[in-house]
């Protein structure tokens, strides 16, 4: 993550699936709710099977990538049509 310029950075621990991550941060707890959550739903999502936490991450961030990729084709539909 990079730092934000002027933010205070500070130490927390995210709880992701059964485990927990230590992290330097200059994010709110509000922010950091709100990433968490979509996060987290994945995770529940794909807890069944023999599926391990790095796999489940793996998927949170590959559905983060995709979500992000369709808001970018998006972005750019809209920039390109006539007003």
């Known amino acids: 993550m990079t730092e934000v310029t002027g933010a205070e950075m500070r130490r927390v621990r995210l709880r992701v699936g059964k485990k ?43 559905r983060y990538a995709w979500q992000l990729e369709t808001i970018r084709l998006r972005l750019e539909e809209m920039a390109e049509e006539p007003s």
């Not at 936490?53 to 961030?61: I, P, T």
């Open 20 to 62: 927990s991550y230590p992290i330097r941060t200059a994010l709110t707890d509000e922010e950091l709710d709100r990433l968490m959550k979509p996060l987290n739903v994945v995770i529940e999502e794909s807890s069944g099977g023999r599926m391990g936490q790095e796999e489940r991450l793996l998927l949170a961030l590959l």
